[in-house]
């Protein structure tokens, strides 16, 4: 068979069964072995590779499997490398699989030739580039163990075009790839559960990786046995119901009181899979914290960024997964004694309490017609429990990141990196990796101008996302940074003048409704539900109403 064929055998026997694509001519073997095996893997065929590569990160995201996203040479993989990079931030597995220049080409700048290792080292966990066809299959089962290995993420493999041709031998049957897991002696979690059983007021920090179904039951088993109240890392909202009496909200961008005061007044602060990105450490002032803080993650580069700090100085680190450690550091707390479990079960109550009030509509005073929070209210309301709600990047998103409450795992959608163009592409990686769940997608406008082409992806293969587009005709953070830093005459390149998005989706066959007013969006919204296919509501929100934090500097 040729060496395509073998790639595609590969992928399949390893688990890979969805692939995204704009189609190139450098991978031609690749795209007819998919044919031929269509009923094993499903591809995707996408209007720019960026948005194959967002709706293969929201898959992996969702699915906790990698897709694959194959693209040509220099162009499709430059293009492709904003989702690779969002997957890299997100631990999220990924195989890009590029169609390269003929073997003895490589190196002579030919004809939309790149250096793959020099561009993508840093936004992947590896760049594999088999020398001989004869490798191709095995460095194509590498790739999708790489990319769940340890911390998942994503893993460029790099295929000549005359490689894709060439007659090897079929791939011996392996079966599909399963992660090992990474375990932390026993000795490394007694200390852990020590810690917490002294700690007068532990809290945990939860992120990317406690948000597997297997991380969350042990998050909440070792939440309800150390009586500490959880809260979630940035666009990490979903690793616990958000009305267990635990979760106390959500690290945003922007400063939340009490949450300031719940980690000023810790003296134990367990990370639970968190990288400590910067908005969730706030720029890392966290680990410079008084309390000592205990950083599970699997990682050993993750650690070591945060091995001389002074929080990480007084606690410990340990390389291992979520879910085993918290298991087992679970069943290793007892109770401690009465009057320390009172005041500690007041103090989570007392952050529960303060997050269901921040959370409810009403307590922001909105400038336009429309009141986000409102929407929101409104939209959670009319989906069950198991519906995926994601985000583009851009500030309206803070509206849902405050007001809507995550009940079940695995339905937030979005980006760490918060790349703008990822709403659309990732609505349609979020329904393939759940079929069956309603898929809602809040977009900016400047989000949608990104890639509301994918939009006719989605009518093509009757994808039945539903997006909600939030016009303020600005990019919102930006300009606000602009007029309060250098007043009212320095809006520049920041306003934007927004085309009829409803008429675009009409353009795909997509159907759309248009908002105005507050009340306008029920009617609009369930009736966009209702429909079978993809549908599109067009909300026009006021630009003032940039973020629902203060008209000050703190909105943005």
């Known amino acids: 068979m040729e060496a395509g064929a073998a790639l595609v055998e590969a992928l399949i026997d390893a688990g890979l069964d969805t692939a995204f694509t704009v189609p190139g001519e450098s991978f031609l073997p690749v795209l007819e072995a998919m044919r031929r095996h269509r009923n094993r893997i499903q591809l995707v065929s996408v209007r720019q590779e960026g948005g194959g590569a967002f709706a293969a990160h929201a898959y ?3 699915s906790g499997r990698p897709a694959a996203i194959m693209v040509s040479r220099g162009p499709g993989a430059a293009n492709a490398s904003i989702g690779l990079h969002a997957a890299l931030q997100d631990s999220v597995p990924m195989v890009l699989l590029i169609g390269h220049v003929r073997s003895h080409m490589r190196g002579r700048e030919a004809f ?13 966990k590896a760049v594999l580039q088999p020398e001989r066809a004869e490798d191709v299959a095995d460095a194509a089962r590498e790739a999708v163990r790489l990319s769940l290995a340890g911390r998942p993420g994503p893993v460029v493999l790099v295929v000549p075009r005359d490689f894709g041709e060439i007659e090897v031998t079929a791939p011996p049957e392996k079966g599909v790839i399963k992660p090992q897991p990474v375990i932390a002696g026993l000795e490394e979690i007694a200390a852990l559960a020590a810690a917490v059983q002294s700690a007068k007021r532990p ?7 406690a948000r597997s179904p297997e991380a969350r039951v042990a998050l909440e088993a070792f939440a309800e046995a150390s009586g500490a109240p959880v809260l979630a890392a940035y666009r990490c909202q979903d690793v616990m119901a958000n009305t267990h009496a635990a979760y106390a909200g959500h690290l945003e961008i922007n400063p939340v009181a009490y949450q300031d005061q719940a980690l000023a007044e810790a003296d134990l602060i367990v990370v639970a899979g968190s990288r400590l990105d910067g908005i969730t450490s706030r720029e890392e002032k966290l680990a410079d914290n008084e309390a000592a803080m205990v950083l599970i993650h699997p990682d050993r580069a993750v650690q070591a960024r945060f091995a001389n700090s002074p929080a990480i100085s007084k606690g410990r680190t340990l390389v291992a997964d979520v879910a085993s450690t918290l298991t087992v550091a679970a069943g290793l707390l007892t109770d401690p004694p009465a009057d320390r479990l009172t005041d500690l079960l007041t103090w989570r109550e007392g952050l529960h309490d303060a997050f269901m009030r921040f959370s409810e509509p009403g307590g922001f005073q909105v400038h336009g017609a429309v009141d986000l929070a409102q929407v929101i209210a409104e939209a959670a309301a ?8 994601a985000t583009d990047g851009g500030s309206y998103a803070r509206w849902i990141h405050r007001y809507f409450r995550f009940r079940t795992g695995l339905t937030q959608g979005g980006t760490a990196s918060g790349a703008m163009g990822a709403g ?6 979020a ?3 759940k079929p069956g769940a309603p898929i809602v997608v809040f977009c900016g406008d400047g989000g949608f101008m990104m890639s ?12 039945p996302i539903k997006v909600i587009v939030c016009d303020n005709d600005v990019h919102g953070s930006i300009l606000k940074g602009q007029l309060d830093k250098y007043g009212e005459a320095a809006a520049y390149a920041t306003r934007m003048g927004s085309p009829d998005f409803g008429q675009i989706a009409r353009g795909y066959g997509v159907p759309a409704w248009r908002v105005e007013m507050t009340s306008q969006w029920d009617t609009a919204f369930r009736a966009a539900l209702a429909h079978e296919g993809p549908a599109l509501v067009h909300v026009i929100c006021d630009a003032r109403d940039i973020a629902p934090y203060g008209n000050g500097k703190d909105a943005v």
């Open 203 to 209: 809290l945990i920090l939860a992120g990317e990786l």
């Open 382 to 389: 009319a989906l069950p429990d198991d519906a995926v709600v």
């Open 112 to 124: 939309q030739e790149i250096d793959p290792a020099s561009m993508f080292a840093s936004m992947s």
């Open 452 to 463: 509301g082409q994918e939009l006719s992806t989605a009518a093509r293969e009757e994808i």
């Open 424 to 429: 659309v592409p990732g609505g349609i990686g």
């Open 431 to 433: 329904a393939l990796a």
């Open 60 to 62: 992996g995201a969702l």
